[in-house]
C-alpha cells in the first residue's frame, strides 16, 4: 500500500465562479498562477488516477502539488 497526498491550488469549480467574477479571476491567475490559469478538476484526476495506478507502485509518502506553481518554495 502507498499513501501520498495532492495539495490542490486554485481549481475551477462552480463556486468560485459564483463568488468571484471573471474579471478578478483572470487578473489573479496573470498576476499570481505562474502557468497563468487556474485549474480544472480533471488537472487533479490524472494525478490521483496515476498514483493509484500500477504505475506508480513505488511512489509512497509524496506530497505532489497540483496548483501551477501558485506554492512557490525556496530550496
Known amino acids: 500500500m502507498t499513501v501520498n497526498c495532492i495539495p490542490p491550488g486554485r ?10 467574477p471573471e474579471d478578478y479571476r483572470k487578473q489573479f491567475a496573470e498576476t499570481e498562477i505562474p502557468v497563468g490559469h487556474w485549474g480544472e478538476p480533471e488537472d487533479l484526476a490524472v494525478l490521483a488516477v496515476f498514483l493509484a495506478s500500477p504505475l506508480a507502485r513505488y511512489i509512497t509518502g509524496a506530497v505532489i502539488p497540483v496548483d501551477g506553481g501558485l506554492r512557490r518554495y525556496q530550496f
Open 11 to 20: 481549481i475551477m469549480s462552480e463556486q468560485i465562479r459564483r463568488n468571484y
